[in-house]
């Protein structure tokens, strides 16, 4: 191990290649074969999150190697830079942030790891089904059989801590159980979460609501009451927090993300007039004033799900269903402050019969 202390080290001959480095300084460290003698260095720049190690590499310049497979994640800035023949420093700024909310695995919505996000769809035969056609053409797989036995589903972000997303499923005789993802589509063997969880007319996983990391459960009761079930990182929940009353106007609750591309998860509600409400999370659990992103005939469509980013934009998006059609049509997020959509397009055919998420 190679310990640096002063301003500038020289290390020799080297291949522009870091394996591990750590950084605990507070200040920028940067690698390079030459000098930066314009003062003017390109910059590439890619954001990660201190809960793993991190991978990044130019792919628009293959005669450049200067790949960092692993950097110490101190939350603060590291810099690796390198050169090589006539062209000009080249910089790889590491961003350390805190993950966004509720986002244990890199992706929202991305339960099989391949960067998109992912739609399950339960068949009127009782079995599970998850579709990638955006991210490969044609792929569908069975997820497993026997889920007509559940009332309602729900998935978005990591209730357990291993980094992967899960599933709660609530059966006919009101009992909630947790799902381990496994992080290639499929689930693990299933926990007793409780009972009495019909009391519930609407379930919905939308991430980290309060901001401690953790994924959340909304619940609206038969009243219309809102409640926040704060995840505890074991598959579990604690003390459930009220939100509010009056959300017995709305038949659809999504989680769809972070909407409006502050760092915070978000809620998408459909009112029974056919209105589509954005509220924006506060990151306390709550939601800010709600903005009108769709002005009617919203009730047209019998299924909404939040899937994340199925358009490859890093924006999360909605897919929905018409009752009739085969075609499923996606409503891609603009990352606007009022968690706009624009205009939609066709996703995919229908397979199914219930949209999952």
């Not at 870091?18 to 920028?28: C, E, K, L, Q, R």
Request: negative net charge; aromatic residues 12%.
């Amino acid at each position: 191990m190679l310990v640096v202390s002063g301003s500038m080290l020289r290390l020799g001959s080297w291949d522009n290649r870091i394996s591990s480095f750590a950084n605990y300084s507070g200040v920028p460290v940067c690698f390079n074969s030459e000098p930066d003698l314009d003062g003017d260095p390109e910059r590439a720049r890619a954001t990660h999150y201190y809960s793993g190690q991190v991978s990044f590499d130019e792919s628009s310049r293959p005669d450049l190697d200067n790949t960092v497979s692993s950097l110490d994640l101190d939350r603060e800035a590291d810099y690796f830079c390198g050169s090589e023949g006539r062209f000009p420093t080249y910089w790889w700024e590491f961003e350390n942030k805190q993950r966004p909310a509720g986002q244990a695995a890199a992706v929202f919505g991305d339960a099989d790891g391949d960067g998109f996000g992912d739609l399950y769809a339960r068949d009127r035969f009782g079995q599970l089904w998850t579709d990638h056609t955006y991210a490969s053409k044609g792929r569908t797989r069975v997820v497993g059989g026997g889920w007509n036995a559940m009332s309602q589903l729900t998935r978005h972000g990591d209730y357990n801590g291993d980094a992967k997303e899960d599933l709660f499923a609530r059966d006919r005789s009101g009992v909630l159980w947790f799902y381990p993802g496994r992080g290639d589509g499929t689930f693990g063997d299933r926990v007793k979460v409780g009972g009495g969880w019909n009391t519930m007319r609407d379930l919905t996983a939308a991430g980290d609501l309060t901001g401690d990391g953790r994924a959340d459960l909304l619940a609206a009761d038969t009243t219309g009451t809102l409640w926040t079930y704060p995840g505890t990182g074991h598959g579990a929940f604690g003390d459930r927090r009220k939100v509010g009353g009056g959300w017995k106007v709305m038949n659809e609750l999504v989680g769809a993300g972070d909407m409006n591309a502050d760092q915070r998860s978000d809620l998408v509600a459909r009112d029974t007039a056919g209105k589509l409400w954005f509220y924006p999370g506060t990151g306390r659990g709550t939601f800010g004033d709600r903005k009108l992103i769709g002005t009617g005939g919203w009730n047209g469509l019998t299924e909404l799900a939040g899937v994340g980013d199925v358009t490859g934009d890093g924006r999360p998006d909605l897919l929905a269903h018409a009752p009739g059609q085969k075609a499923l049509r996606v409503y891609p997020g603009t990352g606007a402050a009022d968690g706009g959509l624009r205009a939609p397009r066709q996703y995919a055919q229908a397979r199914s019969t219930h949209l999952v998420f």
